[in-house]
């Protein structure tokens, strides 16, 4: 596990990335704030964005009326398009404000309020009740939010619990190389974890342990998805240089010494080149609840 290089960031630090960048998180990421999947390469970003929930939607086997938790829902955007295309049954938990803010108004507008819950909370805290109070739920996700959490076999464990029996946990996850050399992990990956708020990067077979020791079967990494989703930083690093020469406020936010969270631009070369080498991966894992 390649952790931050210090103390692992709480739940009120992550909460504050986000908030702080939702902006431009939204506007260099939209509103699915996760990897685009590019299995042509030729797809549109936003289509390369559905096409990842569409792959986690299969593997999870969400259909009709199927009821989902989605942990570290974001704005929401995973969350509508399952009850929007699947007619699944959402609950959603998220740390930030302003993601489920905008996510509530945006299922509102579109009409799926109805099929869609975002809670705001710590899927490590007391917030996890309310969210276990309305399964159990057919599938939970994890779409780019395990790597937050602090303990990441509790973390697993809660989802295992709010599942029904022979339910499906499937999760999108930032890893380390099997390999990473010290340079790598020093000036990559620690500083990715540090800047991003992640708690730690584990290795696929870490992962599918942690899976296993939270008592899932048959947890396994379905598929290693890193040259599929890599191309996300080359869009985004380029419409980050052009937000960079148009905005005024961007440049500001840039050059502010007191904005700790002006780093991440730093943050988006180091992502771009860990993939690169082969020090970051991207797995799409499954495990399923025990009868």
Wanted: with cysteine; proline share 4%.
């Amino acid at each position: 596990m390649i952790r931050p290089g210090r103390s692992r960031p709480g739940p009120e630090a992550v909460a504050r990335h986000y908030q702080d960048l939702d902006r431009y998180y939204r506007e260099l990421w939209g509103e699915h704030v996760h990897h685009g999947l590019w299995n042509t390469g030729a797809e549109a970003p936003g289509t390369a964005v559905e096409a990842l929930v569409h792959r986690v939607a299969v593997e999870a086997e969400v259909g009709p009326g199927g009821r989902v938790c989605d942990v570290g829902c974001g704005y929401g955007g995973t969350a509508r398009l399952l009850a929007r295309e699947y007619a699944a049954r959402v609950s959603g938990i998220t740390l930030s404000e302003a993601q489920a803010g905008f996510g509530r108004a945006a299922a509102q507008a579109e009409g799926t309020d109805d099929r869609v819950h975002l809670e705001v909370g710590d899927w490590l805290g007391p917030t996890w009740e309310a969210i276990r109070d309305r399964g159990p739920f057919d599938v939970v996700l994890a779409v780019e939010s395990m790597t937050h959490m602090t303990d990441l076999v509790e973390a697993i464990r809660r989802a295992r619990s709010v599942l029904r029996p022979g339910g499906r946990f499937v999760a999108c996850v930032w890893l380390a190389g099997d390999r990473v050399a010290r340079l790598e992990e020093r000036h990559l990956l620690e500083p990715i974890c540090r800047e991003g708020r992640l708690a730690g990067l584990p290795t696929a077979h870490e992962f599918e342990l942690a899976m296993a020791r939270a008592g899932l079967r048959d947890a396994v990494l379905v598929e290693d998805l890193s040259r599929k989703v890599r191309r996300t930083w080359d869009l985004t690093i380029q419409a980050g240089i052009r937000r960079l020469l148009e905005d005024s406020q961007a440049r500001r936010f840039l050059l502010d010494p007191c904005q700790p969270e002006r780093v991440f631009a730093a943050t988006m070369l180091r992502i771009w080149t860990a993939y690169r080498t082969g020090g970051l991966r991207y797995g799409l894992f499954r495990g399923i609840a025990p009868a």
